[in-house]
């Protein structure tokens, strides 16, 4: 596998000409440098107005490695081949390197580029990519590969130091300003030609954006303001060079200090890859990096993971219009009276705090009185308020800040809170906010946890990732008030009066919800849809002897139905029926015999009774049974023309064989508010033959979406006669053993756990294999 990596753009607040003299110190030889043993020049030429001049040089490194191990692998030097290209008149080098030894078992290849900021003529950016592919390495490949990119990250800022370093030595020496190169001549004060591109090759890993600094507003403004004031220049030949020099938005290395915190260079290339992957498959809005950089987090910067997990939630949140929730969602009145939960101030980290009086919660009058979905969009609004804050303190406290700590008062916590609908409840939130909002909780402090808490953790516990779990305190009783308690996170100040502290809390008080503001389901049920009609999905219910059907008329044969829907509720089953009759019209009675009449129930039936399955038409495709809570994703490709009928039908639970009595699962669907019922979303779509692979709307892979990004995160393949149907999983988390310790070789390669010998000879020959990379 190829192993890529991509920098962020480095700024030297330098011009480009001075930061090229300091380049050029470093050749023929670099005392900062030891292992770089001498270059050779193999080619060079420069134009006839000497603005562009291009030279070729062999680099040999010296490989500090034993004596033995270079008889094995037959070196006494590594070499590499580096072309540069200078560009006087544009202000730019373009460098490109890549191995000469080792060349059939490991390929490096890297480009590095040194131009002028696009903000300020003043300023110098450096940006590098770089790719390493181990084909074949005596039987090492999988652990060399991993050696390699932890040598080659432990190297890469070394480049900017010796650059750095040159640039104050000039500086001692009075050389603060270089000419720029005119056409008439080339200017003394540059560097020599050949000694300016004598720089041995820089390897560095792929994936470098190019500059275009990404800020925040405040800040980008900030950055403006203080380039022209550097450069001198007019405002608006400042406006001309902004808007000719940053066709993509790129990330700066002081940037990402600044507003993400101290990321390793990896983990900057994944977040780079990862954004500019969106900007190029998402043409539309983009996620803030802070967000793009939580989902990493939340896969260990895998980032094949990270962006599935991230195109589902980006595919959530516009089909929800969640971007739009704190300006649309104003809370019902009973939650504004009776949810004991609200913000209050921040930790001592900065963090924003927000305090949930669960013991005080009525949560099965909130469930009865709101429904599931009312009270799931109210916690998504309080997500969303959170990144907003955590935003607004990252500006306040100058440090980046990207989670919050939450503080859960279980005073009055007892066996009512266990109600099954409302654990539910709790259970299903749980799992949407894990989905769409990683690694956003910082800490979580749990007070005053009763006897009665430990069952709710053993139900609760299972459905939070386990990285999340990591970050719970659990306090019994008046523990909290003790040494390593509550003050060690909050400041004394602010702490709640009901905690013992003297700061007032604006959380209500909460109590029973009255039982007159209760809603029967079906109430709920239309309370649901409107809740969800900003979005392409429809909803229908299924009831039993009452299937909701769709029918699709296809007129070229060929073409692909697609499809996508969620069971909410209940458990159903999916057909697909080809007609060569058009159905009637839909009953408009079909429901009357359940006694159900609100014009807010979706559910049509097309299949006259007096059809026969096998005359008057025929199933396409098998059933397919479909759980509570799955997803499921399809396409069918259809053979002849004429009406298809996509059906979703109650599933009725077979009887158990073994013994007649009824199992538990059989008689708690019993007891549910209406068991009767089903309920589904579900989004269909007809596309051509010739216009389903690669469409943005098609379902090729299993993943949610109807979206470029879903359809560019995997690739999937399907046949001629079946559909493609599949459920989604959550995903667990992978941890990995830390680089540093002793298992790290283990878990790369199991045969070396006790030949430590061997992997440090290893690692010095691909620390002078990779060393190359701080000589840009």
């Known amino acids: 596998m190829v192993q890529k990596y991509q920098s962020p753009v480095r700024v030297y607040k330098h011009p480009f000409e001075l930061v090229m003299a300091a380049y050029e110190r470093r050749f023929p030889t670099c005392h900062l440098i030891p292992m770089f043993v001498n270059s050779d020049v193999v080619n060079e030429e420069t134009s006839e107005d000497g603005a562009t001049h291009r030279i070729e040089r062999r680099c040999a490194l010296d490989v500090d490695a034993p004596r033995l191990l270079k008889r094995i692998a037959g070196v006494d030097y590594v070499y590499f081949i580096q072309k540069n290209t200078l560009n006087r008149k544009e202000r730019t080098l373009h460098i490109e390197s890549h191995n000469e030894t080792f060349s059939n078992r490991v390929v490096v290849h890297e480009t590095c580029c040194y131009s002028v900021h696009p903000e300020n003529e003043g300023w110098t950016c450096f940006e590098q990519t770089a790719s390493l592919d181990i084909k074949s390495f005596f039987g090492f490949e999988s652990t060399v590969e991993k050696i390699a990119m932890k040598q080659y990250a432990s190297s890469i800022n070394k480049g900017k130091e010796i650059i750095e370093f040159y640039l104050r030595e000039l500086e001692s020496e009075g050389v603060t300003h270089i000419p720029r190169w005119t056409c008439s001549s080339v200017s003394p004060a540059l560097p020599a030609p050949s000694s300016l591109s004598a720089s041995p090759p820089e390897l560095q890993h792929p994936s470098a954006p190019a500059v275009s600094v990404s800020q925040p507003a405040d800040a980008k403004d900030g950055a403006s303001q203080e380039a022209k004031q550097d450069s001198g220049a007019p405002q608006a030949d400042s406006l001309v060079e902004i808007l000719a020099g940053t066709p993509e938005d790129k990330l700066d290395a002081d940037y990402i200090k600044r507003y993400l915190g101290d990321l390793t260079p990896l983990q900057e290339s994944c977040l780079i890859r990862l954004r500019k992957w969106l900007q190029e498959t998402h043409k539309g809005k983009i996620p803030k990096d802070e967000h793009i950089l939580r989902f990493l987090r939340a896969r260990d910067f895998n980032m094949d993971k990270a962006r599935e997990i991230l195109c589902q939630s980006l595919t959530w949140r516009k089909q929800h219009q ?70 607004e303190n990252t500006k306040v406290f100058g440090r980046p800040i990207s989670c919050w700590t939450c503080l859960v008062d279980l005073e009055g916590l007892n066996m009512r809170h266990l109600w099954r609908p409302g654990v539910k409840a709790l259970l299903r939130i749980i799992e949407v906010v894990e989905a769409n909002y990683p690694e956003t909780l910082g800490r979580l402090l749990i007070l005053r946890a009763p006897r009665v808490f430990p069952v709710l953790w053993t139900l609760v516990s299972p459905f939070i990732d386990e990285n999340t779990r990591k970050k719970f305190l659990i306090y019994a009783g008046n523990d909290y008030q003790g040494p390593g308690g509550l003050v060690d996170y909050i400041d004394k100040e602010i702490i709640p009066d009901f905690l013992g502290g003297e700061c007032m809390c604006e959380v209500p008080e909460g109590g029973l919800v009255p039982k007159s503001m209760y809603r029967t389901p079906e109430e709920l049920e239309n309370e649901d849809v409107r809740l969800w009609t900003e979005t392409i999905y429809q909803s229908a219910s299924i009831f039993k002897g009452a299937p909701h059907e769709l029918v699709i008329e296809i007129i070229d044969a060929a073409s692909v139905i697609t499809w996508d829907f969620d069971v909410c509720k209940g458990d159903i089953v999916f057909n697909i029926y080809h007609s060569k009759r058009a159905p009637q019209p839909p009953r408009k009675d079909a429901l009357g015999a359940h006694g159900i009449t609100s014009p807010g129930v979706n559910n049509v039936q097309l299949i006259d009774k007096s059809w026969t399955l096998g005359q008057d038409y025929s199933m396409v495709e098998s059933p397919l049974t479909c759980k509570e809570g799955e997803s499921v994703q399809g396409s069918h490709i259809t053979r002849w023309p004429g009406f298809y009928i996509l059906q979703w039908k109650f599933h009725n639970m077979p009887a158990c064989s073994a013994t007649n009595l009824p199992r538990v699962d059989d008689v708690l669907a019993t007891l549910q508010v209406s068991s009767h019922k089903c309920k589904v979303m579900f989004y269909t779509e007809v596309l051509g033959s010739e216009d389903f692979r690669g469409s943005m709307t098609s379902l090729e892979s299993s993943h949610s979406g109807f979206s470029q990004l879903s359809a560019a995160t995997t690739s999937s393949n399907h046949s001629q006669c079946s559909s493609m149907i599949s459920s989604r999983r959550h995903e667990g988390v992978c941890s990995l053993p830390d680089a540093g310790s002793p298992c790290f070789v283990d878990a790369f390669h199991p045969d070396l756990s006790h030949k430590r010998g061997l992997y440090n000879c290893l690692s010095r020959l691909f620390d002078t294999i990779l060393s190359p990379c701080f000589l840009c």
């Open 322 to 391: 969640v971007d739009y929730l704190l300006e649309t969602w104003s809370p019902p009145q009973v939650l504004q009276d009776y949810y004991t939960g609200g913000w209050h101030h921040h930790d001592r980290d900065g963090r924003p705090l927000y305090i949930l009086r669960l013991g005080h919660m009525d949560t099965k009058g909130l469930v009865r009185a709101l429904g599931e979905e009312s009270l799931l969009r109210h916690v998504l609004s309080i997500n969303e308020e959170g990144l907003r804050r955590c935003e």
